[in-house]
């Protein structure tokens, strides 16, 4: 019996999970040319509703107005980076752990955009 198998078995019979240190999941060359075509559509997409206006909503009576084009652009480059962080930073066959951190980094990303936009949001505009 090989000492791998060795360490699996006496794990077993005690109960405790086998190590994993050095184990990496083997993606695909396929999958990686899916994520490529996607990331070279998604990037065809947004270059083609760049030349396309797609209108304004105002909201309510504040003046406050959605413009769609950056709302379009901006969803399409968050799925673009959802693609590249989970498949070609491999978060996701990672830990929890390392999940836990990306997704930490990405609430903090939030915060500083929540706390910029709250600043942005509450100044006088027009009023000085």
Same mark, same amino acid.
């Given at each position: #019996?090989? $000492?791998? +198998?060795?360490? !699996? +078995?006496?794990?077993?019979?005690h109960? %405790?999970e086998?190590e994993? %240190?050095n $184990?990496?999941? !083997? @993606?695909?060359?396929? /999958? *990686?040319?899916l /994520?490529?075509?996607?990331?070279? @559509?998604?990037?065809a !997409?947004?270059?083609?509703v760049? *030349?396309i %206006? ?6 309510? %009576? ?6 769609? +084009?950056?709302?379009?652009? &901006? ?5 673009? #980076?959802?693609?590249? @962080?989970?498949f070609? #930073?491999h978060?996701?066959y ?5 999940k836990?951190? @990306? &997704?930490?980094?990405?609430? /903090?990303f939030?915060?500083? !955009? =929540? #706390?910029?936009?709250?600043? *942005?949001?509450?100044?006088a505009w =027009?009023?000085?």
């Amino acid at each position: #019996m090989s $000492e791998t +198998n060795a360490k !699996i +078995n006496h794990a077993h019979k005690h109960g %405790d999970e086998p190590e994993h %240190d050095n $184990e990496h999941h !083997i @993606v695909s060359p396929a /999958i *990686y040319g899916l /994520i490529l075509l996607a990331l070279l @559509v998604g990037t065809a !997409i947004t270059v083609w509703v760049s *030349y396309i %206006d797609l209108g304004q909503t105002r909201l309510f %009576d504040t003046g406050f107005t959605i413009f769609w +084009n950056p709302v379009v652009a &901006l969803a399409i480059a968050c799925t673009k #980076m959802t693609l590249v @962080v989970l498949f070609f #930073m491999h978060v996701k066959y990672s830990t929890k752990l390392t999940k836990l951190t @990306v &997704l930490s980094g990405f609430f /903090i990303f939030l915060a500083l !955009i =929540g #706390m910029t936009l709250s600043d *942005y949001v509450s100044r006088a505009w =027009g009023r000085w």
